[in-house]
């Protein structure tokens, strides 16, 4: 079996034997990547396709059965809320959020919390060493007396597969998606073929009947706020959560973008401190100023809001002053 490098269009799938900065098929500017084909004979094989036995049958719909207690429930109560009332014990998801918005700080809290429930966890980072994680952690968890969570600092897809197999995960990290590669691939990090080739190899961690495991993969975003990638990225997770915010503000809402277990029209609320993320359970109560009943302010009115499925109760407050300009200024 010989092997052959060609170059394909990650727009529209074109091939050619050398790279060019234009696809003359599609007119896309910068989409080839390159990727390793083999020859059996006259007969073209992908590199990702694999042939086996069949090792599962097919099974009635009637008769496929049906599991209630496949979720790990939290005690960060707005985490629970936007993912449908916890984490699916089979399920592949993604987080995505600006940097600096505090995607790894919930991650490594919701890895924490998991840990404690006798769950054992595996933080696998492309982006950071394990000094570094460990910093972070010693910063939002006051005492780390848990053995259950494992940190891994690689970019081999392959090492963290053998770091799996060998402590046996019941919730996988993967931060981020873009950092990792398959050694079989060679493409560079963060291209179509290494994110989508990456992505697969998790889902068939995740999905496996025999040992389901849930699998929480990080993504960065675009400038114009959108998931790196490809588009078949988000079709492939069962869950897509993002993160918004100022980076400059405390507030942080988490929404779901897609969720195959439950409801996308969840929202929740953290506030961003030194501590980490703290789940805001009674957002009313934040967006309102507490005073005495007794005194008597005015400019302010309290009005309802609607934020996804929630009715939040907020404050809105009026400065008014005396203006010396002919024109004065109106601010909201």
Not at 73 to 81: A, G, K, L, P, Q
Not at 122 to 147: F, H, N, P
Not at 197 to 214: Q, S
Not at 245 to 254: A, C, F, K, P, T
Request: hydrophobic share 35%.
């Amino acid at each position: 079996m010989k092997s052959k490098i060609v170059y394909i269009c990650s727009n529209c799938k074109f091939e050619q034997v050398k790279w060019s900065g234009r696809c003359p098929n599609c007119n896309t500017w910068n989409s080839f990547e390159e990727s390793e084909i083999l020859k059996k004979g006259n007969v073209k094989v992908n590199t990702y396709i694999k042939s086996g036995t069949v090792t599962k049958k097919a099974q009635r719909l009637s008769e496929v059965k049906v599991f209630n207690s496949d979720r790990i429930v939290t005690d960060i109560n707005e985490f629970n809320r936007v993912v449908g009332g916890g984490i699916v014990r089979d399920s592949i998801s993604i987080l995505a959020a600006k940097p600096g918005a505090g995607k790894s700080t919930l991650l490594l809290q919701v890895a924490y919390d998991i840990s404690k429930k006798g769950f054992r966890v595996l933080y696998a980072s492309g982006e950071e060493s394990e000094s570094q994680i460990r910093k972070r952690t010693d910063r939002i968890i006051s005492e780390l007396s848990d053995e259950s969570i494992w940190i891994y600092s690689d970019i081999s897809l392959n090492n963290v597969v053998s770091v799996i197999n060998e402590i046996d995960p019941d919730f996988i990290i993967i931060d981020s998606i873009q950092t990792f590669i398959l050694e079989e691939y060679l493409s560079r990090p963060g291209s179509p073929t290494q994110t989508m080739e990456c992505a697969n190899e998790l889902l068939r961690i995740a999905k496996n009947a025999n040992r389901p495991r849930a699998v929480m993969i990080v993504g960065q975003m675009t400038k114009e706020d959108e998931l790196a990638g490809v588009r078949a990225l988000e079709h492939l997770v069962d869950c897509v959560l993002m993160i918004e915010g100022d980076n400059l503000e405390e507030l942080r809402s988490l929404i779901c973008t897609k969720n195959r277990f439950g409801s996308t029209g969840e929202v929740g609320f953290f506030s961003m401190t030194e501590q980490g993320m703290v789940s805001i359970d009674n957002p009313s109560q934040f967006f309102m100023t507490q005073r005495d009943d007794s005194n008597e302010v005015f400019g302010s009115c309290l009005s309802v809001v609607k934020e996804g499925n929630r009715c939040i109760v907020v404050e809105i407050e009026s400065l008014v002053s005396n203006s010396i300009t002919p024109y004065p200024s109106r601010i909201s």
